[in-house]
């Protein structure tokens, strides 16, 4: 399933190191959800400490930033606590929060076909609707991206 520009975003509803949140708790206020692989590997550390450094700004443009891994509370919690990361990390285990967004995909490696999180992201306005996608997102001057659509969308 592919979500484009203008689409509705998907309803979900997550676990995370914060409580539990879904889309309706941010009805009339702007929403980052990025994908990411796995906790504690070196882009995904990187990406959630890129977003925490930006966390102030994003607030002054009202806007929440959601991480969003396969990853337990607990593999959150201890990966937020170690880095000192300054975002909500949500849990989706089975998978079907990341399947919604389309951000299952299959990945090659070596050869190896097999099925993973695609590193992605979306800007969801204030009307639940998708403003903007990052797909295959490379992490460097990503979360400075994200910031500058989230504060052009007002």
Not at 37 to 61: H, I, N, S, Y
Not at 63 to 71: N, R, W
Request: aromatic share 10%; with cysteine.
């Amino acid at each position: 399933m592919s979500i484009d520009v203008g689409s509705p975003a998907p309803a979900f509803t997550l676990e995370t190191t914060e409580g539990s949140v879904s889309l309706a708790d941010f009805a009339g206020k702007k929403l980052v959800v990025y994908f990411y692989p796995k906790d504690d590997t070196p882009g995904c550390t990187t990406e959630g400490l890129q977003f925490t450094a930006l966390a102030e700004a994003f607030a002054a443009a009202g806007t929440t930033v959601l991480g969003v891994s396969k990853d337990s509370v607990a593999s959150h919690t201890k990966f937020a606590q170690k880095h000192k990361l300054g975002v909500m990390l949500g849990s989706d285990p089975e998978g079907q929060t990341v399947e919604a967004f389309g951000a299952w995909v299959e990945k090659a490696m070596y050869g190896r076909k097999y099925m993973g999180i695609d590193r992605s992201t979306f800007l969801i306005g204030p009307d639940g609707k998708v403003a903007a996608v990052w797909r295959k997102v490379k992490v460097p001057g990503h979360a400075e991206a994200v910031l500058k659509a989230a504060q052009e969308l007002g």
